[in-house]
């Protein structure tokens, strides 16, 4: 039985990683945001689909957020909202396999993913390196620093995310042998030393899904300048419970280390 049992988790190892939604609930409209429809591929010809929120008022720089595993960026509206008034462009797009976006899920399919939507901030909107932050949560947080070693952004944010996969498969499914059969790295924390740009770790002690020691451990592996925010709650309404902790923390860090931005193209 238990042979099976880890047989059958190699396995299903995508289907216990990613959790697509192919309708999208909600726009930013929705939470008062104007909102671009955005067609980005990826450098193996998958067709993603994004969007492109301005910021209120002048921009201070442009937040390319890398969602978590679950549903689709229809999801995320009201993160996004909370960034644009903060003023910051915002561009979130869905993984291959998500909302309207093509393909299935894969690792190097997530990064791919990511890259295309980096490209586009740069070659088409005419963004900046340094005024682009990548902020990755949950799931996300292994796809933004992977992005953020390969292309160096002004700066770097990783909320209640995790130190690898298999980490978070040990914490959980303890009695499995998780970290030999585990495909899925997103090995964040042997990744995150290589990155050379600001990082802000933002992480919940109720976290129920990526428990605090993963911010904890990503947090010691990083380079300086480096700062943790530690805020309330659970693995996703923390930001929510936590209020102005939460928005004032991730607004000073990026008054301190983020270099301010020129409008972006049409």
């Known amino acids: 039985m238990y042979i099976a049992l880890a ?6 190892q995508a289907k216990m990683v990613y959790f697509p939604q ?11 945001a104007p909102y671009e429809d955005v067609a980005l591929q990826a450098a193996d010809g998958v067709r993603l689909h994004a969007w ?31 960034f644009r008034q903060m003023g910051f462009n915002v561009l979130i797009f869905d993984y291959r396999g998500y ?11 997530t990064y791919l993913d990511a890259r295309a939507a980096w490209d586009h901030l740069v070659s088409v909107r005419g963004a900046k390196p340094e005024s682009i932050v990548v902020f990755g949560k949950s799931l996300g947080g292994g796809v933004a620093t992977n992005l953020a070693a390969e292309r ?11 130190t690898s996969v298999p980490d978070v ?16 790295k997103y090995p964040s924390l042997k990744t995150l030393p290589t990155v050379k740009c600001p990082v802000l770790v933002v992480h919940s002690r109720g976290d129920e899904v990526n428990y605090f020691p993963h911010g904890q451990k990503l947090f010691a592996a990083a ?9 309330q709650g659970n693995h996703n309404g923390g930001w929510r419970r936590s209020g102005r902790t939460y928005t004032d923390g991730i607004r000073k860090f990026l008054d301190k280390h983020l270099t301010p931005a020129g409008p972006p193209k049409p």
């Open 7 to 12: 047989a059958a988790a190699c396995s299903w």
């Open 22 to 32: 192919p309708d999208l609930e909600c726009t930013p409209a929705d939470a008062g």
């Open 52 to 82: 492109f929120v301005p910021a209120a008022g002048q921009p201070r720089g442009t937040m390319l957020y890398c969602h978590g595993n679950a549903g689709n960026i229809s999801h995320r509206v009201g993160l996004v909202a909370v």
């Open 99 to 109: 909302g309207r976006s093509e393909g299935k899920p894969s690792e190097a399919g």
């Open 152 to 162: 160096r952004p002004g700066a770097l944010i990783l909320q209640s995310t995790f």
């Open 169 to 184: 498969g040990a914490d959980h499914i303890w009695w499995l042998p998780v970290r030999l059969i585990c495909r899925i």
């Open 223 to 231: 380079n300086e300048p480096k700062e943790f925010l530690e805020i």
